[in-house]
């Protein structure tokens, strides 16, 4: 970056002697609509999170959780006007990369899943009312029906081009997944929480792109963590971590429980499945594509965990064998 915008050099001189020569340098922001830089010079480092969209709600919850000594990184300094806010740099390890350096290694994947986890039933133990940003945000119907019809939209329409036959069946079933999950106990949902928003530090670990968290049900972050198509973690272990949960929470009614938690999981799916196809084809993060197959595949697994929702297997079904229209895309291959 050549010359700095005057927003950053007024931000950026609460903190240094001079900006001239600063290393600047822009990281991959995965899915975010924000650009993120990490901003190094005289000793000292930062990130700084650029935005036009949320920066209110990412000021304010960034300082409610952290207050709350929940792991996120501290916010240094921002600028609302010029959507600049100053965070702590939280290292360059993100959990997506630990676990796929841990294949195999279940033990240790396991004991990191674990302290996640500890940090997750602590966040959902906060009250959101000192909060307007979350507690004013909830997963209600209509925000369900919206991940669903995002799936849809997105994901079978727009990169597998399906036209489905049986429509109507299926909006009920979209329908009678939402009103499920509407009817459950609520609590602050980071709503990503998967493993490229979940970074590891030197001694801490630190929970990122928080901006959109909301009130929910408290599966639905769980779902995000086990059924993360970045990382695919082997069935015994998605199972040792909910059983890890429903202990850590005390649920008495197991049950009824794990039957939310699998639906949730259907629920999540979709909305990232829907993510992928939005992404890859209208932002043109080709990248994004790879995971839908893998999505897909945990789609599938999670629906034959619940009952009553044959259309939704069917259609996972179709795009599975399908998938052989996601190569004309050429999106990059892992490294």
């Not at 049900?217 to 695919?232: E, F, G, H, N, R």
């Not at 829907?274 to 629906?303: R, S």
């Amino acid at each position: 970056m050549k010359k700095l915008p005057e927003g950053w050099i007024k931000l950026l001189k609460n903190h240094y002697n001079s900006t001239e020569n600063l290393n600047i340098l822009e990281l991959h922001g995965g899915g975010s609509q924000r650009q993120y830089f990490r901003i190094q010079g005289e000793g000292k480092k930062f990130i700084l999170c650029s935005s036009e969209k949320e920066v209110e709600e990412q000021i304010e919850i960034g300082l409610f959780l952290g207050k709350n000594n929940i792991p996120v990184p501290n916010i240094y300094d921002y600028n609302k006007k010029d959507g600049l806010i100053l965070f702590e740099d939280g290292g360059t390890l993100s959990l997506q990369n630990k676990i796929n350096n841990l294949k195999g290694k279940e033990e240790e994947l396991l004991k990191i899943y674990k302290e996640v986890i500890d940090w997750l039933i602590k966040l959902q133990e906060l009250n959101p009312q000192n909060c307007p940003s979350i507690k004013n945000r909830i997963f209600d119907h209509s925000y369900y029906r919206w991940e669903t019809s995002y799936f849809l939209e997105s994901c079978a329409g727009k990169v597998f081009n399906l036209e489905i036959q049986q429509k109507d069946s299926l909006i009920k079933e979209f329908d009678y997944l939402a009103e499920t999950l509407s009817r459950e106990e609520t609590v602050i949902v980071h709503r990503d929480f998967q493993s490229q928003n979940i970074y590891i530090g030197e001694d801490r670990l630190y929970f990122l792109d928080f901006q959109s968290a909301r009130l929910g049900v408290c599966q639905y972050d769980m779902a995000s963590l086990s059924y993360d198509p970045y990382v695919c973690l082997p069935g015994d272990l998605r199972k040792d971590l909910l059983e890890y949960y429903i202990t850590k929470k005390h649920i008495k009614n197991r049950h009824h429980f794990t039957d939310i938690f699998y639906k949730t999981s259907m629920q999540r799916l979709m909305q990232a499945l829907g993510a992928y196809g939005f992404l890859g084809l209208v932002k043109g993060k080709k990248d994004f594509l790879k995971y839908i197959e893998p999505a897909l595949k945990l789609l599938l697994d999670a629906t034959k965990h619940a009952d009553k929702y044959p259309e939704i297997i069917n259609l996972t079904n179709q795009l599975l064998a399908m998938n052989y229209k996601l190569s004309k895309y050429n999106y990059p291959a892992d490294s």
